[in-house]
C-alpha cells in the first residue's frame, strides 16, 4: 500500500514538470534561438514575435525597431499571438503567406547544394 502511495506523488511531479515547460516556450520554440533570428532579422524564421508594450505581432524579417527583450513574446502561429490578444502588425503582414521569404529559403537551398564543398562531402575525402 505504500509503495503504491509513494509512486504515485512520484508520478503527479513528473507530469507537473512538462506542463510548467510548455508555458513557457509555447509550441516547443527555442527562445534563445528564436531571439538569434530575430536580431539577424532571418527571413526564413518561421515564428512570429508580439511585442508587449505595443500589442502587436510581427514577423521576424519586419523592419520595425527591435523591442528589449524583456517585452518579447515568441509564438510559433500567428493564431496563438492574435488568441493571446496581440494584433497583426501594418508593416509587415504576419497574416500574408512569406512568398519573399520561401523564395529566398529555396534560393539559399539551391546555392549550398552547387557550391564545391558540397559536392566534395557528397563524393567523400579523397584518399
Ligand atoms: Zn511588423
Not at 20 to 25: G, I, K, N
Not at 71 to 97: H, K, M, S, Y
Request: aromatic share 6%; with cysteine; net charge positive.
Amino acid at each position: 500500500m505504500r509503495e503504491h502511495q509513494g509512486m504515485n506523488s512520484a508520478t503527479q511531479s513528473a507530469m507537473n514538470k512538462p506542463l510548467a515547460e510548455l508555458s513557457l516556450t509555447p509550441g516547443g520554440l527555442d527562445p534563445e534561438l528564436a531571439w538569434a533570428q530575430l536580431l539577424r532579422r532571418d527571413p526564413a524564421a518561421t515564428f512570429f514575435y508580439a511585442v508587449t508594450t505595443t500589442g502587436v505581432v510581427c514577423r521576424p524579417a519586419c523592419r520595425s525597431r527591435l523591442p528589449l527583450r524583456a517585452n518579447v513574446r515568441f509564438f510559433t502561429t500567428l493564431q496563438q499571438a492574435r488568441a493571446a490578444g496581440f494584433r497583426p502588425c501594418l508593416r509587415c503582414r504576419p497574416e500574408t503567406p512569406p512568398r519573399n521569404a520561401l523564395e529566398k529559403s529555396v534560393h539559399t537551398l539551391k546555392a549550398i547544394s552547387t557550391s564545391p564543398f558540397a559536392s566534395q562531402s557528397l563524393a567523400g575525402s579523397p584518399a
